[in-house]
């Protein structure tokens, strides 16, 4: 069974620093995942919530009665031996459901041998079609569920008669592709951005495969409407950003840290438009790329990237 959200802190601390050793020898792996507990449940009826870090991007477990649904699958294989090694230490139910938030962020899906359903955006599994990963028998590792705008399921656990147990999947528009999702989990007032909300950094955009820098800010602010419509969204977990130095988590990012990096990639956006409407070169954008101060502290790896990407789509649009 799901082990109960009611345990003391100090227990779930002891056991982590237990937890990272026994199964990780027991099973050697090039790959090492790392396990967090989210204590942001308003009760324990509602399951637990995992956070499962490694190869430069997060996943979450979420441990309901009947089973253990996993959020990413990481971006190579040889991940889930790691994951499950972990998972393992804190639920007894295998894994019957993956959730993909993009089309590469299921590098491992076809490890998880208990898997019943996969569920991404109709175009994230479009661009799967046509991956690696997925050629030959592996194909049934590709989504068998779908969805273009919404799709809402519950999460078997004793809190059924709340209807807060479920999970929302949103589709607000391309961004770092055309197939982004947004995971709400009404139960533990959070939700998970991946590529979406990376870190406070330029983003990566995926053109080839849909993304866009035009859009991107716009994508932003249609989901941060569409999270204003809940109660209480306490948790914005993004995809890479460190998380913080604790075995028990209680909180992390905020929407106000959404509306700051939806605000920050809508400046970039309009100080490029400047520069292009004004004849400028890419490289003449990118040397009086104008910032408010208070994103001084932003990553900036991908600007020059981002600049010319955006070049290129406002040509087009032309």
Do not use: C
């Amino acid at each position: 069974m799901v082990k109960k959200m009611v345990l003391l802190a100090l227990t779930w601390m002891g056991f982590f620093l237990l937890a990272g050793s026994t199964q990780a020898e027991a099973q050697p792996t090039t790959n090492t995942a790392t396990i967090k507990f989210f204590m942001n449940s308003t009760d324990g009826d509602f399951g637990s919530l995992y956070l499962l870090s490694g190869g430069a991007r997060h996943s979450l477990a979420i441990g309901a009665e009947d089973e253990t649904i996993i959020i990413d699958t990481k971006r190579s294989s040889r991940w889930a031996q790691p994951m499950l090694n972990k998972v393992a230490n804190v639920t007894d139910q295998p894994v019957k459901r993956i959730i993909n938030t993009n089309a590469f962020n299921s590098g491992s899906n076809a490890e998880f041998p208990d898997v019943v359903e996969i569920i991404s955006h109709q175009n994230a599994r479009s661009i799967m079609t046509n991956m690696d990963a997925f050629s030959g028998e592996n194909s049934k590792f590709l989504p068998n569920k779908t969805f273009t705008d919404e799709l809402s399921f519950a999460v078997e656990t004793s809190g059924v008669e709340t209807g807060k147990n479920r999970i929302d999947l949103l589709y607000r528009g391309p961004g770092h592709t055309n197939g982004d999702i947004v995971v709400v989990m009404p139960m533990y007032s959070a939700v998970f951005l991946g590529d979406l909300f990376p870190a406070k950094a330029t983003p990566v955009i995926d053109t080839a495969h849909g993304g866009s820098g035009v859009a991107f800010p716009d994508t932003l602010d249609n989901i941060i409407k569409a999270l204003e419509r809940y109660e209480n969204i306490a948790v914005v977990i993004p995809g890479r950003v460190d998380s913080p130095p604790v075995p028990v988590m209680g909180s992390w990012l905020q929407l106000t840290d959404l509306r700051d990096y939806a605000e920050f990639n809508r400046a970039f956006l309009e100080s490029v438009k400047i520069s292009f409407e004004a004849g400028r070169t890419s490289d003449e954008a990118i040397a009086l790329l104008v910032l408010p101060k208070k994103f001084e502290e932003y990553g900036m790896q991908h600007a020059e990237t981002n600049v010319q990407t955006i070049y290129a789509e406002l040509k087009n649009l032309r």
